[in-house]
């Protein structure tokens, strides 16, 4: 009986710490990587962690190039009834 409940609440805290949300800074002690060559200041934290266009995926419309079977999909189910 005491062993459900420790583990919701063992539960419960883990889901809590799950929202701790605060800004990006330096650890203690530390700084900002140096400028990157060519530019004149720092970048922010947030600027370092943002995705650059080119590391962002892109949907492709046409999963076919060519005129090729599909592979089979084991996931490709009939609707059920």
Excluded: H, W, Y
């Amino acid at each position: 009986m005491t062993r459900p409940i420790v583990l919701i609440g063992l539960f419960a805290l883990a889901l809590a710490g799950c929202g701790n949300k605060t800004d990006l800074r330096p650890a203690a002690g530390k700084e900002l990587p140096v400028a990157a060559m060519g530019e004149s200041e720092r970048s922010s934290a947030e600027e370092l962690m943002a995705p650059g266009t080119q590391t962002q995926q892109q949907r492709s419309d046409e999963p076919l190039k060519r005129s090729e079977r599909r592979e089979p999909d084991p996931f490709d189910l009939p609707p059920p009834g």
